[in-house]
């Protein structure tokens, strides 16, 4: 048998490949984060439809785990508390540190540092956050509200992923933050907002446990934090994003950056301002509330610039408003973005809010913003990053409609209909009908909200099964990434 003695030499064999357990390739973290962050979306879908069933149909389960004399409990307020917290920290807060991983090295032309201390940062942060919401089914969530009802070990994971994202991205943007592109400056108080957020949510946790604060400071607090959530953190990052990804998506530059610094300095202004309106208690001074519902009604005003902003940056590619690309989802975002921005404004007012508050109002606006707003901000960067994080040609398929239409659908169905719940609901009670009564009334309003959630959940479904093909079946690609020898991509 003859031998070629050239293959025998080692160098004529391909280097063998090196994998470390925590992974530092460039997009490595925004890759994990985006995965993450569509698993978690199917989830809290899932958890809200089995909500508002437990609306239609009240059951409790309850059996003991044989530890400490703690028992596992299925009940509508620990289903909902899951709801909430899967969708802001497993999907959106996934997304969000998805959209800063794959943002800001594009947006400063240089490599993220401490990618993989991202990594770090994405396990402890999705541990944390599976960990919180199985303890939400053991452990007494007392007078919090639901997002500031994990315990305070699980806070202070939260809070240490946090830390590590902030750093990632300051290190990254480092000085350059003065003359960086509006998107970083959304995104620069967004994160900080999370990491001071979830630092105060670990403390009130250590001194509710170890102190025995009273209970309406617990609640004060609790409900501050969640608002404060909203606000700035997840709108923070929806403005980020939008302003991101629409002149990627048309090609063209932002129509004003003046404007959109306009609109940044309002948020800025209006956003704390707006997180006092939650302040509902005759021990908090009128003039702290009162500003909050100024602030709530007065945060309109950045959705409106941002809204004319980009729908100006969009002009000569109306085209792309009927595809299926980021710029649809986009479009979307924006129009949710106004209503909700209407809606709380509407909902600041003492009479209006006298009427519906404590109703399934409260629940169907907040859907509008998570699972509009916010989620739809969130696919558009999804639409945007998959192509290039994934190096695939993907992108715009009957996934990418079932995503778009399901998402459009649920939403709407089930915040419109738990509205239309809230404000019945409230209009019976102003009239003295017997709280027997009034469920009975709302049956056809709950019904209607829990085939959104249903469509919600096969979104979720689809995005999940995208990510999977995208990978799998997407033809190979090629795309620049900073800090690598490939020259710059157009569109990045």
């Keep these: 048998m003859t031998v070629n003695p050239k293959k025998l030499r080692p160098y004529d064999e391909p280097p063998k490949r090196r994998r470390t357990l925590i992974p530092e390739t460039p997009d490595s973290a925004a890759t994990g984060f985006l995965v993450a962050a569509a698993v978690w979306f199917a989830i809290a879908a899932g958890i809200g439809a089995l909500g508002v069933l437990m609306r239609l149909a009240p059951f409790e389960i309850s059996f003991p785990l044989g530890v400490f004399d703690l028992s596992f409990q299925l009940g509508e307020r620990r289903v909902d508390a899951a709801f909430w917290n899967a969708a802001v920290y497993g999907w959106l807060s996934n997304a969000g540190f998805a959209a800063l991983a794959f943002m800001t090295p594009r947006l400063v032309g240089r490599r993220l540092v401490a990618e993989r201390g991202l990594n770090v940062a994405m396990a402890v942060w999705n541990l944390s956050v599976a960990g919180g919401v199985a303890a939400l089914y053991v452990f007494d969530l007392g007078p919090n509200s639901p997002l500031t009802a994990f315990p305070w070990l699980i806070d202070g994971g939260l809070a240490l992923a946090a830390l590590i994202v902030a750093g990632a991205f300051f290190g990254t943007v480092g000085a350059e933050l003065r003359n960086a592109y509006v998107s970083t400056w959304f995104a620069a108080i967004a994160v900080l907002a999370l990491l001071g957020l979830t630092g105060l949510m670990a403390v009130m946790g250590l001194l509710e446990t170890f102190f025995d604060l009273p209970d309406l400071t617990v609640g004060l607090g609790s409900v501050f934090i969640g608002r404060a959530l909203s606000v ?71 959705a409106v610039l941002t809204a004319v902003n980009l729908w100006f940056s969009m002009q000569g590619r109306w085209s792309l408003l009927f595809g ?169």
């Design 324 to 492: 299926l690309g980021p710029a649809a989802f986009a479009a979307v975002a924006l129009v949710f973005l106004l209503a909700t921005g209407l809606l709380d404004a509407i909902g600041a007012l003492r009479s209006v809010d006298g009427l519906v508050r404590g109703t399934d109002w409260v629940d169907g606006a907040a859907i509008w913003t998570i699972f509009g707003t916010y989620t739809f901000a969130a696919l558009a960067l999804s639409e945007h990053a998959i192509p290039r994080l994934m190096r695939r040609a993907w992108g715009g398929g009957a996934l990418a409609g079932a995503q778009l239409w399901l998402t459009f659908a649920g939403a709407t169905l089930a915040g419109m209909f738990l509205m239309f719940s809230g404000l019945a609901e409230g209009t019976l009670m102003a009239s003295g009908t017997a709280a027997a009564d009034i469920t009975g009334q709302l049956v056809v309003y709950r019904a209607g909200a829990l085939a959104g959630m249903g469509l919600l959940a096969l979104a979720g479904l689809a995005a999940v099964v995208n990510l999977f093909l995208a990978y799998t079946s997407g033809e190979p690609a090629e795309y620049a990434v900073p800090g690598s020898s490939a020259p710059a991509a157009a569109g990045h």
């Design 232 to 302: 700035l953190w997840l709108l923070g990052m929806a403005f980020a994003i939008l302003h991101y990804v629409v002149p990627r998506a048309t090609g063209r530059p932002l129509a004003s950056a003046g404007l959109a610094m306009l609109s940044w300095v309002t948020w800025l202004v209006l956003a704390p301002l707006s997180a006092l309106v939650v302040l509902q208690d005759t021990s908090v001074p009128y003039v702290f509330t009162t500003l909050g519902a100024v602030g709530t009604m007065l945060l309109f005003l950045p």
